[in-house]
């Protein structure tokens, strides 16, 4: 098998590492061409674990372009918000590699933490690598890697849902929740709403979205239902769990993901930035 073919076949979950690290399936693709230029320029036949290489290379680019992302993130217009993975129709290959999908609830909560930490929490807490193997993608020692996985173990737990949904809970809810945005039941709404959501909605500055989150069941469950009428919405698979995807009544085209906790939706990203939908 040649070098390109080995990069084929692990192409998937090399995405996977960079998108989990930035957040952005975009730059995740530029540290994929990235690796395999510089894959070009060695001599592969001496590089003795292959996955090894491109997983350090992957890593230590990915950690590069995530350093001058958070620069151009602190003026970004509004909330910023990842790239989803979006699919209707899930092919061979893409539910091969399901049980690595990193849900945007999840990469929100990177987004708050160092580099080095996300990097090590993704590569060990995600993808399972071992601290030895993590410690040589990142350049540090195996103690370095094990208390910035753990640092950010800490922060991702402090955050997760305590009774997150299975996917058939999580479509029964989304289903009631738009039910009940498309016919304006507030009641309805609040009925699934949690008493503390946030709904964030991340438009660029290239579309209308609100420039902060909205906070609590009252506030969200009308701005639901402002948006609700007249929308056009349909059930998708989004990071590896139930969303929404469609067009609201202005017409742009938005990609809904949920966070549920304890039967109840705590957490709303609606990603409008024509940008990050192509």
Same mark, same amino acid.
């Given at each position: 098998?040649?070098?390109?073919?080995?990069?084929?076949?692990?192409?998937?979950?090399?995405?996977?590492? =960079?998108?989990?690290?930035?957040?952005?399936?975009?730059? #995740?693709? @530029?540290? !994929?061409?990235? %690796?395999?230029? $510089?894959?070009?320029?060695?001599?592969?036949?001496?590089?003795?674990?292959?996955? =090894?290489?491109?997983?350090?290379?992957?890593?230590?680019? #990915?950690? @590069?372009? !995530?350093?001058? %992302?958070?620069? $151009?993130?602190?003026?970004?217009?509004?909330?910023?918000?990842?790239?989803?993975?979006?699919?209707?129709?899930?092919?061979?290959?893409?539910? #091969?590699?399901?049980?690595?999908?990193?849900?945007?609830?999840?990469?929100?909560?990177?987004?708050?933490?160092s580099?080095?930490?996300?990097?090590?929490?993704?590569?060990?807490?995600?993808?399972?690598y071992s601290f030895n193997e993590v410690a040589s993608a990142l350049g540090v020692s195996s103690g370095a890697a094990r208390q910035q996985?753990?640092?950010?173990?800490?922060?991702?737990?402090?955050?997760?849902?305590?009774?997150?949904?299975?996917?058939?809970q999580q479509r029964e809810i989304i289903h009631a929740f738009t039910s009940a945005a498309q016919e304006g039941d507030m009641d309805a709404l609040l009925g699934v709403l949690h008493p503390d959501v946030v709904l964030t909605s991340d438009g660029g500055g290239i579309v209308n979205a609100a420039r902060k989150p909205i906070e609590g069941a009252e506030r969200v469950a009308k701005a639901i239902t402002a948006l609700g009428r007249g929308a056009e919405m349909e059930l998708v698979d989004i990071n590896g769990l139930p969303g929404l995807a469609g067009h609201g009544r202005d017409g742009i085209h938005s990609v809904v993901s949920f966070t549920v906790d304890a039967g109840r939706i705590t957490r709303i990203d609606f990603q409008r930035n024509p940008e990050k939908l192509r």
């Open positions: 098998m040649t070098s390109a073919d080995r990069f084929e076949a692990l192409r998937p979950r090399l995405l996977r590492i =960079a998108y989990g690290q930035l957040g952005s399936l975009a730059e #995740a693709e @530029d540290v !994929l061409q990235d %690796a395999w230029l $510089r894959l070009q320029r060695v001599d592969a036949d001496q590089v003795r674990d292959l996955e =090894a290489w491109l997983i350090t290379t992957v890593s230590r680019l #990915a950690l @590069d372009a !995530l350093k001058s %992302a958070r620069v $151009r993130r602190e003026a970004y217009v509004g909330p910023w918000l990842p790239e989803p993975i979006v699919s209707a129709d899930p092919g061979p290959e893409e539910v #091969a590699v399901r049980g690595e999908d990193v849900s945007l609830a999840l990469l929100v909560v990177l987004e708050s933490l580099a080095p930490e996300r990097a090590a929490f993704v590569l060990h807490d995600v993808f399972g996985a753990s640092r950010a173990r800490k922060a991702v737990e402090a955050r997760r849902p305590r009774f997150p949904a299975t996917p058939a």
